[in-house]
């Protein structure tokens, strides 16, 4: 049977930094009084947040949906983990027809839409999101029953006391047995930059590392697509002797 542990715990994480770096492992990093280690226990945090923000990882991308009713104000919460949209992915799904979602719509292009009220019932529903809320229109009144659906990318990189559950789910470390569902290597790298940087040491090689797993891994956190640049029995053919001159060669 194969040991593999596809994520690590923070404790782990810490550990595998702090020797890293020349520093004896702590036997709980987060109860340690030692000042390395207080600060490797919140440089992970600012770590995952940056993480975050940086690259849509798919581990971390959720769907969310709703179903408009004519009493409705208009705004709508959203998820608890909500960190942004992802781009172009709002869609009226499940209804009489299937239309992408206007938007998001810019201040001025809202305040003229609501300024104007040009009709209050339409194919096409307009979002933006705003004080935090996710916003229709028509909203005067809103449409009834129509659909809605988008991915976003969430908060909750952090998977409290090893528990899988999503009641767990949160987006601060606070617990040598938190679950880190970033690449290790990657994670381990970064922290090792921020402790070093923190600290005004020479940064250099954990510079290279961490941006080495960094590209390495947003190439690989999704597939993708078999380009075919020749003759090949599966897939569209791209470019072979079917399509290409055979003289003129860098003209």
């Not at 542990?5 to 923070?10: G, I, K, Y």
């Not at 998001?104 to 809202?110: E, F, I, K, L, R």
């Not at 941006?211 to 891994?217: A, C, I, Q």
């Amino acid at each position: 049977m194969t040991d593999v542990t596809r994520f690590l715990t923070a404790e782990q994480i810490i550990n595998r930094a702090a020797v890293e770096v020349g520093l004896a492992p702590a036997g709980d990093p987060f109860t340690s009084a030692d000042p390395s280690f207080r600060q490797l226990r919140t440089l992970i945090t600012s770590c995952g947040q940056t993480l975050i923000q940086d690259y849509p990882w798919q581990g971390l991308q959720r769907s969310f949906s709703l179903t408009t009713n004519s009493g409705d104000s208009g705004e709508y919460d959203l998820p608890a983990d909500f960190s942004y949209m992802i781009d172009q992915t709002g869609w009226q799904r499940g209804g009489p027809a299937t239309w992408p979602l206007l938007g998001p719509a810019s201040p001025q292009v809202w305040s003229f839409l609501e300024a104007q009220q040009l009709y209050s019932q339409s194919l096409y529903v307009w979002f933006r999101l705003a004080n935090g809320k996710f916003n229709v229109f028509p909203n005067d009144p809103v449409p009834d029953g129509v659909p809605i659906a988008f991915e976003y990318i969430s908060r909750a990189w952090v998977v409290g006391d090893g528990d899988a559950g999503p009641q767990s789910a949160k987006d601060t470390v606070t617990s040598g047995a938190d679950v880190i569902k970033f690449e290790p290597i990657l994670i381990i790298n970064y922290l090792k930059l921020k402790f070093l940087t923190a600290k005004g040491f020479d940064t250099t090689e954990a510079k290279n590392d961490f941006t080495l797993s960094l590209d390495s891994w947003k190439g690989k956190d999704n597939s993708a697509p078999i380009l075919n640049a020749g003759n090949k029995p599966f897939g569209p053919r791209l470019l072979d002797f079917m399509n290409v001159p055979e003289t003129g060669y860098g003209s």
